[in-house]
Every structure is written in structure tokens, then in C-alpha cells.
């Protein structure tokens, strides 16, 4: 907001006043006020004499705009202009929003305004006191830190169904600034910017120092200005499930000194700050290319001290998981092999020898019991021919040459046997 001339501040109030006043204001003139009292009080407002803004219908030239809140869009109380002062003006809550235009003819002398603070009346008082409200500040400092909403409720600040209004005082170290990203946000009620927001102001907790606040659905990332930073949330009754948390860091403008890192950005943190696993700069500068700069945990220091007995003792257990795992593969083989070599190979022979296997072993029997006649029959004659032959022999010459007839004729026999045996030999088996 633009602010214009002098403007007092106290505890119980102040005043101001248009551009020059006594004299004639400028023209193309825009200056804002906005008024804060402490919470459940309210503001009055008056003007001294002499006052004059150039008079139009409806005040649309040079007037004066007094708003109901702390914004421009707050509900109007009135606009002025003209010879007269304004009465008495009240708020009906904490803030006062006025804004003085004026346009490029017709000055005048403009007005002084004063402003103090009386107590609410929707309030209780006891003897003119106002009552004392629960304390919900807390302050925050350093190079880094987290602001919560949930410190409220972990440290008691308020008690359940209370609406909540809370403050958070950051100091940066010297000589900075400071940055401020929002981790987590939502407002229960969006856009209800009555019912719940999270303002932040640069300086200080002046609403002229108001530097942004967020009602909607979304909050952007604030860079102050000054070393110190003021968050404030509000939430009504009914708004108590609104929550954010907030990253605040400390830095300070380039060139970036020996224990500063410049964050391409404008900005320069702390060293301590980089590798952290949190993002400080406004990019992601810090935390890149980290791996070579982190710690080692203790998974990497046992690794790189026993590593060699590690890689022996885990190629032993592999070795030895890949024979177990060949022995369950090869052991339902060799049941199968067992199986075959106990099955019945005659009666296999019986069902699948050939056809003609059958018929030489019949030959073969018909002729052994032809040749075991025809030996019974040979006995038979040599006995008949004995007793004759040792009769009928008068020369040598005649019966050695039928004993060497008989002789021989024995010998052949005997020889033909072997061959007859063995060319009807019983054939091998089949494999």
C-alpha cells in the first residue's frame, strides 16, 4: 500500500494527514492507511479543522474512502469531500482501511485524521479493564526453521472450539534477510478470508507492513526485505481444521562471501544449509548433485571395512544355495532310473522279440530230438555189429579198416553236430 506524508504511530492511537496539509495537496494523488488496533478493541476516527477536498457528485473526483477492514474490498463505510468534516467514524472490528485520491485539477487544502482505540463492547470488561486473552506468540530464529500451525495445539494455546489467532516472530541472523516457502497449506474455508488466512508481514506486525496473506487454495513463496518477518493465522470458530507449516531461511544478497552459497537466485545461504535434504534456496541448487557430499551411514562404513570377508562369506552362501537347489532338480531323476531298471525284462522279450524268433527255437527242438534218435539208433547197430564183426573179422585189414569206418563215421557225426548247434543258436535278447 502506498502511504503518503507523515504518519504517527502510538499505543493508544495516532494521526495523519493528506500531502503538504495545511497547504494544498497535489494532484494525481493515491495514498492508503490502514489502522490496526489490538485484538478486541475497535478504532475511532475524527477530523481537525481546516478541511477541505474539492466537493462532486457522489465524491467521484477527490474524496476520501473509509473502509470497514483491512482491505480494499472491505465494506465501505463512507466516502467524503467537500467543505464539511466527516463525523465521528467507527469501526466495527480491529482494522480501518482509508484511502485519499485525488485527480489533476482543483486542489485544496485536504484534512488531518486522528484515530484511537476504544474497547469492543461485544466483549465483557470488569472495571473498565479489558480482559486478558490467551498469549499465542512464539518466536523463531537462525539460519533455517520450520513455522507450524500445529504448535498451537501441541503447546495449548487455545482450547478446542476457540477461534485462533496466533503470531510467529522470525528473526534472521545479522545482517540478513529472509525467504519463506510454504511446506504444507490449507484453509478449511477457501476464500473466506474472514474465517481463516495466514498474512505475513515484513518488518514488523503493522498492517502497513502487511506483505502478503492467503485465503485461497493456494500460497506462493514470499522473499522479505528486512531481517524480520511476522506470520499471523486466523481461524474462527468453525475454521479450526486450517493448518500450514512453513519454511523460513536466512540469506543475504550477492556476492556470496566464503561461508555462503550462491543459490542462483539472487541469494546466498549458509553453508550449512547445503545437502541437508531440504530445499532453502528458491531452486533446487542446494540440493543437487549431493551424493558425493552426504555422510556415510554405517551400511557404507561396514561395507568399506569388511567388504573382503562380506564378498567371501556371500559367494560361499551363493555356492552353496546353487548346489542345494542342483540336488532338489536332480533327485526326481534318478527315481525314474531306479523304476526302469527293476522292470521284468523277460516278459518285456516275450511281448517284443520277433516273430521269427519263435520259429528257430521250434527248428531247433525238432532237430535235437532228430539227432537223439538217430544216436540211439547208431548204439543200437554198433551193438548188433560187435558180436559179428569179432566173428565175421578174419583178416586185420578188414576190420581195422571198419573200426576206422566206424571211427570216422562217429567223428562226423560228432562234427556235424557242433556246426547244426550253432547255426540255430538262440539269437540275443533285444535291447
Same mark, same amino acid.
Given at each position: 500500500?502506498?502511504? @503518503?506524508?507523515?504518519?504517527?504511530?502510538?499505543?493508544? $492511537?495516532?494521526?495523519?494527514? %493528506?500531502?503538504?496539509?495545511?497547504?494544498?495537496?497535489?494532484?494525481?494523488?493515491?495514498?492508503?492507511?490502514?489502522?490496526?488496533?489490538a485484538p478486541r478493541q475497535r478504532i475511532e476516527l475524527t477530523f481537525d479543522e481546516p478541511y477541505y477536498i474539492e466537493p462532486s457528485f457522489e465524491c467521484r473526483f477527490d474524496h476520501l474512502e473509509v473502509r470497514d477492514g483491512p482491505f480494499g474490498f472491505s465494506p465501505l463505510i463512507n466516502r467524503y469531500c467537500g467543505l464539511k468534516s466527516p463525523a465521528l467514524i467507527r469501526s466495527t472490528g480491529r482494522f480501518m482501511w482509508i484511502k485519499f485520491t485525488s485527480d489533476?485539477?482543483?486542489?485544496?487544502?485536504?484534512?488531518?485524521?486522528?484515530?484511537?482505540?476504544?474497547?469492543?463492547?461485544?466483549?465483557?470488561?470488569?472495571?473498565?479493564?479489558?480482559?486478558?486473552?490467551?498469549? @499465542?506468540?512464539?518466536?523463531?530464529?537462525?539460519?533455517? $526453521?520450520?513455522?507450524?500451525? %500445529?504448535?498451537?495445539?501441541q503447546e495449548g494455546k487455545t482450547k478446542p472450539g476457540q477461534a485462533v489467532d496466533c503470531i510467529w516472530?522470525?528473526?534472521?541472523?545479522?545482517?540478513?534477510?529472509?525467504?519463506?516457502?510454504?511446506?504444507?497449506?490449507?484453509?478449511?474455508?477457501?476464500?473466506?478470508?474472514?474465517?481463516?488466512?495466514v498474512a505475513v508481514y515484513d518488518g514488523s506486525s503493522s498492517i502497513e507492513n502487511l506483505k502478503a496473506k492467503f485465503c485461497s487454495t493456494v500460497a506462493n513463496d514470499v522473499m522479505l526485505q528486512t531481517g524480520t518477518g511476522v506470520v499471523r493465522m486466523w481461524a474462527d470458530e468453525g475454521s479450526r481444521l486450517s493448518r500450514f507449516r512453513m519454511l523460513f531461511t536466512s540469506f543475504v544478497d550477492p556476492p556470496c562471501s566464503g561461508n555462503t552459497y550462491f543459490c542462483h537466485s539472487n541469494m546466498c545461504i549458509n553453508n550449512s544449509l547445503v545437502c541437508n535434504g531440504i530445499q532453502n534456496c528458491a531452486y533446487p541448487w542446494d540440493e543437487n548433485h549431493c551424493r558425493e557430499k552426504k555422510r556415510t551411514g554405517?551400511?557404507?562404513?561396514?561395507?568399506?571395512?569388511?567388504?573382503?570377508?562380506?564378498g567371501i562369506t556371500?559367494?560361499?552362501?551363493?555356492?552353496?544355495?546353487?548346489?542345494?537347489?542342483?540336488v532338489q532338480v536332480k533327485q526326481p531323476r534318478k527315481k525314474v532310473m531306479a523304476c526302469k531298471t527293476a522292470f521284468n525284462k523277460t516278459g518285456f522279450q516275450e511281448v517284443f522279440d520277433p516273430p521269427h524268433y519263435e520259429l528257430f527255437s521250434l527248428r531247433d527242438k525238432e532237430i535235437s530230438a532228430?539227432?537223439?534218435?538217430?544216436?540211439?539208433?547208431?548204439?543200437?547197430?554198433?551193438?548188433?555189429?560187435?558180436?559179428?564183426?569179432?566173428?565175421?573179422?578174419?583178416?586185420?585189414?578188414?576190420?581195422?579198416s571198419q573200426a576206422s569206418n566206424l571211427k570216422q563215421s562217429r567223428t562226423n557225426l560228432s562234427s556235424m553236430e557242433l556246426p547244426f548247434r550253432n547255426d540255430f543258436a538262440q539269437p540275443q535278447p533285444m535291447k
Open positions: 500500500p502506498t502511504q @503518503c506524508d507523515n504518519w504517527v504511530r502510538t499505543s493508544n $492511537g495516532g494521526h495523519f494527514a %493528506s500531502p503538504n496539509y495545511p497547504n494544498m495537496y497535489p494532484p494525481n494523488q493515491e495514498c492508503i492507511y490502514i489502522l490496526e488496533a489533476e485539477e482543483l486542489e485544496g487544502k485536504g484534512f488531518q485524521a486522528k484515530y484511537s482505540f476504544i474497547p469492543d463492547p461485544d466483549f465483557t470488561y470488569l472495571g473498565g479493564i479489558l480482559n486478558p486473552i490467551p498469549d @499465542c506468540q512464539f518466536e523463531l530464529s537462525g539460519a533455517d $526453521g520450520i513455522v507450524r500451525s %500445529s504448535q498451537v495445539e516472530t522470525i528473526k534472521a541472523t545479522p545482517n540478513a534477510k529472509i525467504y519463506m516457502r510454504f511446506l504444507d497449506y490449507q484453509m478449511e474455508h477457501s476464500n473466506e478470508c474472514k474465517r481463516n488466512f554405517l551400511f557404507e562404513q561396514i561395507t568399506k571395512t569388511h567388504g573382503t570377508i562380506i556371500s559367494g560361499i552362501v551363493l555356492v552353496l544355495l546353487i548346489i542345494s537347489i542342483l532228430d539227432l537223439a534218435d538217430l544216436s540211439e539208433e547208431l548204439e543200437n547197430y554198433q551193438k548188433m555189429r560187435r558180436p559179428s564183426t569179432a566173428s565175421r573179422c578174419i583178416h586185420d585189414h578188414h576190420c581195422g
